[in-house]
């Protein structure tokens, strides 16, 4: 059985920075895509980061040169880390495959930025 579990979230000023972790089980993200995904109040979830198994990365354009997002395959965790926080950018956050696997999705984690 698979699961995944956001942590990491929290209230944090504009400019401010905040490292996301996915601790995965039962599966083997050495050898999946990785996304992370977000979704705001009112709108549809959003693609966010994505790391290949060969550890190519892609970010939506409005996070480029802010997120980056990375893995540990030895403890199955999967990483967003995220700089220069907007307000636009408060989501809650989740990791996934990609492209997402429907059974997979976790509860995410609250990220709020705001003065």
């Known amino acids: 059985q698979v699961q995944l579990v956001e942590s990491g979230g929290g209230l944090v000023q504009p400019g401010g920075s905040l490292t996301l972790s996915c601790a995965t089980s039962?599966?083997?993200?050495?050898?999946?895509?990785m996304g992370w995904y977000r979704q705001a109040p009112g709108k549809q979830r959003e693609w966010v980061a994505r790391i290949s198994s060969s550890d190519f990365t892609y970010y939506t354009e409005s996070v480029k040169g802010r997120f980056a997002i990375s893995r540990h395959n030895a403890k199955n965790t999967v990483f967003l880390r995220m700089d220069s926080l907007k307000p636009d950018d408060t989501a809650n956050y989740y990791c996934?495959?990609?492209?997402?696997?429907?059974?997979?999705w976790g509860q995410g984690t609250q990220v709020t930025v705001s003065s």
């Open positions: 039962g599966i083997r993200i050495s050898i999946n895509s």
């Open positions: 996934n495959t990609f492209p997402p696997t429907d059974t997979y």
